[in-house]
């Protein structure tokens, strides 16, 4: 018990350092544009300190160490010794970013591992250059950071549990030769222990035409179980020394000794892994360490002959299965200390409405065991009035500001525009507007994508922006809102625009469209999300946007979500994203087709109109003097049968196109919880899900923006006799 | 020596555990008789209608609500290109359990008649012929020669690829 106590403990260290971490980078980035306050430093100071403090706690000295050399640098700046200039700032900022790495280790538990050893001894080092500007009293206290390697060492040197000695010896094939015989040594070493496990290496053994009966191909690995010291042990092998390689692990050796063990020795180390892992040497948590740390360190591509043996001589080892087994435990307990942090006043609202759901429901009871119907009728009426104001409640606690996702987008403007040499502004806006937390999570990496692209490509560099009248700095902005269920977001900067002619002309090159289809602005700038386009690195310098964007719309349509630029050529580019509100429940609208029954987004929904049994011949309506497309349901989903009485017709919007569909029936709203359709159905379109209906059966939710583009495709080649004898 | 000896006692004892007997489930198809592993089987239901989906290869004949989970539901028949599975008194949905990709996905296929629990001895199950079956040959796992009659063994994860019946379902809503 004690241990899952404290590993929820852990898990808000992690997170409280993060926001640490978050509060001192904006408070840097502050600094920097707008310059320096006092109550900026302490703000960094304070973050720096309560880090420093709380690892303190879990005696996590690698983080407490570092930090406590960037917290006696910032004493300085805040008691005035030493002033905050632009290089400070950068190095600052790393400190940071390494931080929170040491974080992100101890989230996962491979504290005990040092992250970036190179990044830490340079960062440790330029840290201490200002500090020795000031002082030098300092510099003895940070002496033992100079090697990190000692320090890790320390940490890490836990010896493996292990109480026998561990021997590997690899003969030359000259011993039989010398007259030696491998075995008689073995019999020697017999009387000074016990040989508790012997492992005989035969990998050397060549085919049998390439034998040479007279070469030793043998090598062993030994668990030796003796009082002996190593030099009696060794003393064993004298005569052979010159003819052999020996290593040999008192019992308890660190495992350190036994990573270096794998290092020396000729065989591979997942192969070696499972021998110590078999000879009971390490145990399989042991292996996983020195394993993960064997990958952690560069190592020369092995030929690629030894690599192709190596796969088949190895065929996936105990060790994988024991040490994914590991990792899945591990995994699991990452899984479970995901943190939302919910507003108590949200919390009060929703305790408050179950509160009076219970009384609601026993008012409820009370009203049925009377047999008084008209009574229950209401009861039951205010309790479903509870439980939507519940559901929208509890749907509440999962949102949380964008703001959040917006928040590290100062730090990557400004990294990437000293990057590219340009001078780039950003201003966020609406970065209170809410949306769910599973969606902010998965935002982040589309947007800092388009952002990158705004900025690499949109943007122009300055000579080039002053030469088309503009001026000097280019700026980028972030924008959220919410509109009709749906929340947007947008990205837009002041740059040279999409080139409508540049992407025209690759499409066709790329045979996405063609010579004789005319397209409209938004037709073409939409052929910059298609897969293909855009790794063309030509395209992407002169006409600016597109690398991997087929991948930003992807990652945004699995959000059930869509993404569409907006340009004007020389001027700017805005790109929106547009996202379902939550991922849950939605109010839905429910309709029929012959016995179906579907669903669409009530937000959606425009209007319903009765439709006149002489319209719709065509896929065009005359609405109110408007054209507007439509398609029959029953024929798209290929339903037998015919309406009974007059069909209706329900207006749907998305985005900025409208669109109408044709239903039998309109049965009315009703709250919809969302079942995804799972895998099978990922490629389907036309569907966004599905919902179980009160009677129990399966209802299928519609993808609006999907039967919008197929109603207006249809309607093209429609002669537009409407719009001439509407109005 | 004490890990060594662990080691050892363990894999002994898988050995004496290690199955001798397969339980499959026969199950009848039009006129043929069929068997699924055991394993795969998560429950038996009757059928009891279901919803359909537009624009869907014709073998997934829809979903349906499984306590509040949505399952979708092939007809075995249409997927070995046959008839449409007529819906009869003893029609009913077996729930299986595939794998794919380590996540496990439910799924219903709709069966003429379910009829018993054989346990079959490992190697009484022969390989499956390179010929002479109706249907696709990798949908057979093996073949069960019980009292004089052929059964087939499906091999379930063939027969029930979710790649596979995705693709199908992405190409099926495109072509719309």
């Known amino acids: 018990m004690l241990i899952v106590n404290l590993d929820s403990a852990r898990g808000a260290l992690v997170q409280e350092g993060r926001e640490l971490l978050a509060a001192m980078e904006e408070a840097l980035l502050a600094i ?36 406590h050399v960037a917290e006696s640098l910032l004493d300085r700046v805040r008691t005035g010794e030493l002033f905050v200039e632009g290089a400070m700032l950068s190095l600052l900022l790393t400190c940071g970013d390494y931080i929170g790495s040491l974080l992100s280790a101890v989230e996962i538990g491979t504290e005990a591992q040092e992250p970036d050893e190179a990044l830490r001894a340079w960062l440790l080092t330029q840290l201490q250059e200002y500090l020795d500007g000031t002082a030098s009293d300092t510099a003895q206290e940070v002496a033992p950071f100079d090697e990190p390697y000692a320090r890790v060492d320390v940490l890490q040197g836990e010896p493996v549990s292990s109480d026998l000695w561990h021997l590997s010896w690899r003969l030359s094939p000259e011993v039989l030769r010398n007259g030696m015989d491998p075995l008689s040594f073995l019999r020697y070493l017999g009387k000074l222990g016990r040989i508790v496990y012997l492992h005989t290496i035969t990998d050397r053994l060549p085919a049998l035409g390439d034998f040479e009966a007279e070469a030793c191909y043998l090598g062993f690995e030994l668990e030796f179980e003796s009082n002996a010291s190593r030099q009696e042990i060794e003393s064993v092998f004298e005569f052979v020394l010159e003819d052999c390689l020996l290593r040999i692990l008192p019992p308890h ?38 394993l993960t740390r064997q990958h952690a360190e560069p190592q020369p591509a092995p030929p690629l002959g030894t690599l192709l043996l190596e796969s088949q001589l190895v065929p996936q080892p105990v060790v994988a299965a024991a040490l994914s087994k590991q990792k899945q435990v591990e995994d699991k307990r ?37 047999r008084d119907m008209d009574m229950v009728e209401e009861a039951a009426q205010a309790m479903s009035v509870l439980v939507e104001s519940i559901r929208d409640a509890s749907l509440s606690l999962r949102m949380v500001a964008i703001g959040e996702v917006f928040q590290r987008f100062p730090r990557v403007v400004r990294d990437i525009s000293k990057e590219l040499g340009k001078d780039i502004q950003l201003l966020v806006t609406g970065a209170d507007t809410e949306l769910d937390k599973s969606m902010v999570e998965r935002l982040a990496d589309p947007l800092m994508h388009i952002v990158r692209n705004a900025m690499d490509h949109g943007i122009e560099t300055a000579e080039e922006r002053l030469a088309s009248g503009k001026v000097a700095s280019g700026s980028l902005r972030l924008n959220a809102y919410h509109e009709s269920g749906s929340i947007v977001i947008e990205v837009s900067d002041d740059g040279r625009g999409l080139d409508r002619q540049r992407i025209l002309d690759k499409a066709l090159q790329r045979g996405l469209v063609q010579p004789d289809q005319s397209l409209s602005d938004a037709e073409v700038y939409r052929l910059i999300f298609e897969p293909g386009f855009s790794t063309a690195e030509q395209v992407t310098n002169l006409s600016g946007r597109g690398v991997g964007m087929d991948v930003v719309r992807r990652n945004i349509e699995l959000l059930r979500g869509e993404v569409e630029v907006l340009s004007e050529f020389g001027r700017g580019a805005t790109v929106r994203i547009r996202l379902p509100l939550t991922l849950a429940i939605i109010d839905g609208f429910q309709v029929m087709v012959g016995d179906e029954h579907f669903v669409l987004p009530l937000e959606q929904v425009i209007e319903c109109v009765d439709l006149p049994p002489q319209e719709g011949r065509h896929h065009l309506i005359n609405l109110r003097g408007e054209p507007l497309p439509f398609l029959r349901l029953r024929e798209l989903f290929n339903i037998g049968g015919r309406a009974s009485g007059r069909e209706s017709l329900v207006v749907l919007q998305h985005g900025n196109s409208r669109a109408g569909v044709v239903v039998d029936q309109l049965v009315g709203e009703f709250q919809a919880v969302i079942k995804p359709l799972g895998m099978l159905f990922q490629k389907s379109r036309g569907l966004s899900g599905s919902t179980i209906l009160g009677d129990g059966r399966v209802a299928l939710i519609l993808d609006v923006a999907n039967l919008l583009q197929r109603a207006s495709a249809l309607s093209v080649g429609t002669p537009v006799r409407v719009s001439a004898g509407g109005a | 020596m004490s890990s060594l000896a662990i080691h050892h006692q363990g894999r002994a004892l898988a050995i004496a555990e290690a199955p001798l007997t397969q339980q499959f489930l026969t199950l009848t198809l039009g006129q043929e008789l069929y068997a699924l592993p055991i394993e795969h089987i998560r ?5 009891g209608g279901l919803t359909e989906i537009p624009m ?40 299986v359990e595939v794998e794919q990709e380590g996540a496990a996905q439910m799924l219903g296929i709709i069966v003429d008649a379910v009829n018993e629990v054989l346990a079959v001895d490992a190697n009484q199950v022969e390989t499956r012929p390179a010929f002479g079956a109706r249907i696709r040959a990798d949908f057979i796992a093996g073949i069960l020669n019980q009292n004089e009659q052929f059964v087939i063994v499906l091999d379930i994860r063939q027969v029930l690829s979710v790649e596979e019946i995705c693709e199908l379902v992405g190409m099926a809503s495109l072509e719309k």
């Open chain 1, 32 to 67: 920097e544009t707008e310059g320096y306050t006092e109550e900026r430093v302490n703000a960094i100071f304070r973050a720096a300190h309560t880090i420093k403090g709380s690892a303190g706690l879990f005696g996590l000295e690698s983080l407490v160490n570092f930090t």
């Open chain 1, 253 to 290: 050796s660190q495992i350190e000794e036994y990573l270096r063990l794998i290092r020396e020795l000729p065989e591979s180390p997942q192969r070696l892994g499972e021998i110590l892992l078999q000879s009971g040497a390490l145990t399989p948590n042991e292996l996983d360490q020195v």
């Open chain 1, 334 to 370: 990452n899984h479970e200390q995901v943190f939302i942090k919910v507003e108590v006043g949200k919390l009060d609202q929703l305790i408050n409405l179950v509160g009076e759901l219970v009384i609601a429901g026993a008012a409820t009871n009370l009203h049925a065991l009377r």
């Open chain 2, 43 to 47: 429950e038996i239901i009757e059928f």
């Open chain 2, 56 to 95: 869907m290869p014709e073998f997934l004949r829809g979903v349906i609500n499984l306590r509040g989970a949505v399952v979708p539901v092939v007809d075995l028949s249409v997927r070995f290109g046959r008839q449409r599975t007529a819906i009869g008194r003893r029609t009913c949905i077996v729930i």
